[in-house]
């Protein structure tokens, strides 16, 4: 039987009439896929408990790919995101659940998904450059490596004013082509900080991470992805979602 690990939900849906089949980011574990037996029953001390983005303290038992949830409470109450800060929660949900190996130690993008959740719920203004540190982060965390600040042809340091072409497993090489793949010395700078002044640097972040976390999610879209777009034109409220309040 494992011992208490600090916990969020990403992902659930029903199973049988009463009970849940959960993906938990764990900090010890990373991810780890449960079945709480009997949470959707009304008498249920746990209905209401398993929600994306309340950290929790779990307990749970068994050897094979689908543990048991033994126990779980909540640490505090959930991390106060609606609107906007809602989808670019569950679009970090679903960034996690596809990308993420069962059983694989991420203890220190816990930490990092942490802050991204908090930051989000205390933002007052877009999400963007929230996401796109955690987008970097998770990068890192994957074994991602990559240097913004140098040219991967000559080793010299990259300069403000030109320009650099992205080319998959080598880095940033300078160049005279401006197309999707080119980048400024400025905005690489940016990239390595993790801090964005303006929105030349902000959507030049949003390009990379795209083009870097492809490989990893595949061809199959990201849910969250068009929901939140759905969002932005319609200023709608955000819906009910399948699966325990994340995409299915």
């Not at 574990?29 to 398993?50: Q, T």
């Not at 991204?116 to 540190?133: D, H, I, K, N, V």
Request: include cysteine.
């Amino acid at each position: 039987m494992e011992g208490w690990q600090r916990a969020f939900v990403l992902h659930g849906r029903p199973y049988s009439e009463t009970s849940l089949l959960l993906d938990f980011f764990t900090e010890n574990d990373g991810r780890v896929r449960i079945l709480a037996k009997g949470a959707r029953s009304r008498r249920s001390a746990l209905k209401g408990v398993l929600q994306p983005f309340t950290p929790l303290l779990i307990r749970w038992s068994g050897r094979g790919e689908v543990k048991t949830l033994r126990n779980a409470e909540p640490v505090s109450l959930g991390l106060p995101l609606t609107g906007l800060m809602l989808y670019s929660g569950l679009y970090a949900n679903e960034l996690l659940s596809r990308v993420m190996a069962y059983g694989t130690d991420y203890s220190s993008l816990f930490f990092d998904y942490l802050q991204c959740l908090q930051s989000l719920a205390a933002a007052t203004g877009s999400p963007e450059p929230t996401l796109r540190r955690f987008e970097l982060s998770l990068l890192h965390h994957l074994g991602y490596g990559v240097d913004f600040l140098h040219c991967a042809a000559t080793g010299l340091p990259v300069d403000d004013d030109m320009t650099y072409r992205f080319r998959e497993e080598k880095g940033f090489i300078a160049s005279v082509v401006i197309d999707h793949y080119s980048f400024t010395g400025r905005e690489l700078q940016a990239l390595a900080a993790g801090h964005f002044p303006d929105m030349e640097t902000l959507r030049a972040a949003k390009r990379f991470t795209r083009m870097a976390l492809k490989p990893y999610l595949g061809g199959k879209p990201l849910k969250s992805r068009e929901l939140f777009g759905q969002f932005m034109v319609n200023k709608i409220p955000p819906k009910p979602l399948p699966g325990n309040g994340t995409p299915g």
